[in-house]
């Protein structure tokens, strides 16, 4: 098992840590895998400090998220997996002819030579076919996007070494390519959302609004083939079970709120934002900061000149009321302004660093940044912990087969961390 924490730091950064890549041995119950994460937090000394933490969607880890009293988000590229890979089944027989003609020239030395020789001899660019992994649903994508470009040379080759799998007909190719339309934005998506140190989880909502309007413009559009328009129908209806209540989760809205690349404009209605605006205005009124005159950020008064007994009790009374409007000595008012204040800011570009900016501005919004460190610090995914999976196999190889558990996880604890 694989654990990694992420965090603001000191210098405004975005920060990913390995805690560890564990072998677990116990029962993958609930209750099993609540007290490993319980220990493995506190032994790094982490605990009431977990603001979130992000796994895939199976119930025992979801279970054992809740159990030890943390908020869970789904992983969003889990989820379109998920979906995915149920809309493919609406597809599923010109997939597996795809598959066949692939697994067939990775077999075959003399078709794999043929098929090289004829792309240069076509003088295209010589292109190798590419095998789907079943648990990565966009290698699909990427086996049928290379045969519909290497289409050509594919078939010169397959009827001169095997014809029989020539089988595929001039409408299924058609609807290989509108598969690849309406998968390419997934594709996309994924690899946008699996970044590991950018703010991501202040995109899931907009994210999951372009492909709905996506794949409703799909299986409306005159042209689409009926298996097109029933897989699309098929990973919507999952997109919104999954996600149709992703404005509910406080943690994503306030994250929303938060980013000066969206604030309002990254919600999907009037009203969510109203909500979200609420619960993160109550939130504010409960932080309290070191010396309340931070919060109007860098002081930039006149100096104060020495003045007599007489006149400061003449303006007593003045000086208690404006004290009172601006918020200076009532945290409660001071919260609410601040975010009055940060919503009355002009958007940044959306190719900006949302945490750069936050960086410029945490003095004068320091409730407000509060709340920042613990929620876009975030992950989106939980793809910087499957990525540790992949190291460790790098490790641990045929040639390195007598390692033990405990030097295996320390050799990868180290490449991770050694930065």
Known sequence: MSVTVHFINSDTQLC?????????????????????????????????????AVTDNAANIKSAINNNGWRHIPCFAHVLNIAVQK????????????????????????????????????????????????????????????????????????????????????????????????????NDVTEEVSAEKIVTISKVVLYYGFLDEHLTSNIYKNDTLHEVEKMATEIQNVLRTYFGNLEDKYVVAQSIILDPRFKKQGFSSDSKFLVAKTVLSRKLQSIRIGTENTAAGPSTAYPQTAQTATTSSLWKTFDNKVNSLIGQNNPTVAGIVELDKYLAETLIPRSMDPLQWWSERKHIYPRLFEVVKRRLCIP?????????????????????????????EKIVFVQCNLK
């Open 87 to 186: 809309g493919l089944e609406s597809v599923h027989p010109i997939i597996a002819k795809v598959k066949g003609i692939v697994e067939y020239f990775k077999r075959s030395t003399l078709a794999l030579n043929k098929l090289k020789n004829l792309q240069q001899q076509m003088g295209c660019e010589q292109l190798k076919l590419i095998q789907d992994c079943k648990t990565r649903w966009n290698s699909t994508f990427h086996m049928i996007q290379r045969i519909l470009k290497v289409k050509d040379s594919v078939l010169a080759t397959l009827a001169v070494t095997n014809n029989e799998l020539n089988n595929i007909t001039s409408q299924e190719w058609e609807l290989l390519s509108q598969c690849c339309n309406v998968l390419s934005i997934f």
């Open 16 to 52: 990913s840590r390995l805690l560890g890549c564990f072998s677990f041995t116990e029962r993958h119950t609930a209750d099993e895998l609540s007290k490993f994460l319980l220990n493995v937090v506190n032994d790094w000394g982490l605990e009431n400090m977990v603001a979130a």
């Open 380 to 408: 989106a995914t939980s793809v910087p912990s499957e990525r540790v999976f992949s190291k460790a196999g790098q490790v641990l190889t045929d040639f390195r087969s007598r390692l033990t558990t405990d030097k295996v």
